[in-house]
């Protein structure tokens, strides 16, 4: 994906978002200049992979194949290990008509997925059998807190307000119908490195074309810009 076009995602995100009055924490806004002078006080935003992230899942088509995030909160995988600190993540997402996030499920993290706003949210099931592929039998998953039974591969509806709670090994792909939805993820820690399995291998994380400056950064560009330790050299 070009920088540039990144760029206006980001500006455009931010505009849908103000629409429904949702509002970003304060590092949603931190430019990159902002980033380079950021000390280890900023480091649980990148350890836990807080922030901007925009994928095309290496399809290089994003309007069809795509999903644009910002990850509010995260725990690291470490914690289920000591049972401590975050063990819990919240994302907001924009997902575009027809845009779909490929069919994949989840080995650790559940994840309630929430029509926040916009448009329609549609969301396919499919059990997963033992060794990972979709299995026929009926999908029973609960809506809001009611027990609801689809058909495999059936396809959900949410209108705003509406959520789905997703459990582990359960197969899903989403998409937006009618107009752009602003959609919420609560979920256990999120562990993008481990934690997808998708039924047709993907690419996660875009190549980068740079061919503007970066508006904000990716949660792959802290790298480049954060350096808590780095020496300043006085020139
Ligand atoms: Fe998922």
Redesign the pocket.
């Known amino acids: 994906m070009k920088r540039s076009e990144i760029n206006r995602l980001i500006e455009d995100a931010l505009g849908f978002m103000g629409n429904h009055q949702f509002c970003l924490p304060p590092f949603a806004h931190w430019s990159p200049e902002t980033w380079r002078k950021k000390g280890p006080e900023a480091q649980e935003i990148v350890e836990t992979n807080l922030g901007w992230d925009i994928t095309d899942f290496g399809s290089g088509d994003y309007e069809h194949i795509g999903l644009f995030l910002f990850t509010m909160r995260n725990g690291h995988p470490s914690n289920w290990s000591t049972m401590s600190g975050k063990l819990y993540a919240e994302k907001i997402m924009v997902v575009g008509v027809g845009q779909v996030?490929p069919m994949?499920?989840?080995w650790q993290?559940s994840?309630d997925?929430i029509n926040r706003g916009g448009g329609k949210l549609m969301i396919q099931l499919y059990n997963a059998t033992a060794d990972e592929d979709l299995d026929d039998s009926p999908v029973i998953v609960s809506v809001d807190g009611v027990l609801r039974t689809v058909a495999a591969g059936e396809v959900l509806a949410l209108s705003p307000g509406e959520s789905v709670t997703?459990p582990t090994r359960l197969y899903?792909k989403f998409w937006g119908a009618e107009s752009r939805v602003l959609v919420g993820?609560v979920s256990m820690v999120n562990d993008d490195a481990r934690d997808?399995r998708f039924y047709d291998p993907v690419g996660r994380f875009p190549e980068i074309e740079e061919d503007a400056s970066p508006f904000r950064l990716l949660v792959t560009d802290y790298q480049d810009f954060y350096q808590p330790d780095a020496e300043v050299v006085d020139g």
């Open positions: 996030t994949h499920f989840h993290k994840e997925i997703l899903h993820e997808n």
